[in-house]
């Protein structure tokens, strides 16, 4: 039995408290597993013991327990089967993602990260996990603009140089749910000591959405598939956008620096 029916069929016994919860919970949806207890403590003004009997009385230890089951039913509804549209749906999907991505851009938002990364002394990339891949990859878009960036994915490190960082520095912050403890932290100190902050991530009003000085939007969320090739598709995008509005605003000659790497590394090639 799914949540949606286990809720339903448990309906009568909950509490007038535990109702209003119960009913936030069947209008969210599957979006609910992206929530927080806090979000659900502001949606039904109910406390922490409320949300958690709730979660019990369906057999549930917690809310996280309860978010997991949540993803687990959502992920098997979109689990591909058919080896003969395997391929196909899986481009689709990163199409889905490209576009919704792109449906999410905000022309002043990355002038004004443009702008910033013109200004700035220094450029650091902060990010853990897929998302500290996705920072990795970055600083290589970056460096074929001419661009030199350095990308941090260790959180201690991104504390120890956050810990250095002035208003002359910039720091990129990676991460798709936006509430990831260790980048939010490297931020926090980084911002603390000055430096500006470009968040990408999917949602300007998550704690690390709201650290930053603009906001560059993701639109994949993950939570049973964190490290998705969609949510990374989706960084990368917005990477690969911002890098060519660089070039764009700053008259960069890319093909001449393009050239210069070329012939870089032309020679590391086998014949």
């Given at each position: 039995m799914d949540s949606t029916q286990l809720i339903r069929e448990k309906y009568d016994e909950l509490t007038k408290s535990e109702k209003r919860v119960a009913d936030f919970v069947l209008s969210a949806g599957e979006k609910i597993m992206y929530s927080t207890m806090s979000d659900l403590k502001a949606a039904t003004k109910v406390g922490d013991a409320t949300i958690i009997r709730f979660c019990q009385k369906l057999g549930y230890s917690g809310f996280s327990d309860f978010k997991i089951a949540v993803a687990k039913e959502n992920f098997s509804k979109t689990e591909l089967h058919e080896e003969s549209t395997l391929y196909d749906d899986m481009a689709n999907h990163l199409s889905d993602a490209l576009r919704a991505t792109a449906k999410l851009i905000k022309k002043d938002n990355l002038r004004t990260a443009v702008k910033l990364m013109t200004d700035a002394k220094s450029i650091y990339l902060f990010g853990v996990g897929s998302s500290g891949e996705a920072s990795l990859a970055f600083e290589s878009i970056l460096l074929r603009a001419g661009v030199r960036a350095v990308a941090v994915p260790d959180p201690h490190f991104q504390a120890q140089i956050a810990s250095l960082l002035t208003?002359?520095?910039?720091?990129?912050?990676?991460?798709?749910?936006?509430?990831?403890?260790?980048?939010?932290?490297?931020?926090?100190?980084?911002?603390?000591?000055?430096?500006?902050?470009?968040?990408?991530?999917?949602?300007?009003?998550?704690?690390?959405g709201k650290l930053g000085d603009v906001v560059l939007q993701t639109a994949i969320e993950e939570f049973l598939n964190g490290g998705s090739v969609a949510g990374r598709v989706s960084q990368l995008y917005i990477c690969d956008v911002l890098t060519h509005e660089y070039e764009i605003t700053n008259h960069i000659d890319a093909v001449s620096l393009r050239e210069k790497v070329l012939r870089a590394i032309i020679d590391k090639s086998i014949d």
């Open positions: 208003a002359d520095d910039l720091v990129f912050g990676f991460s798709l749910s936006g509430r990831t403890k260790d980048t939010y932290d490297s931020l926090h100190i980084a911002q603390t000591n000055g430096a500006k902050i470009v968040a990408i991530t999917n949602n300007p009003l998550t704690p690390i």
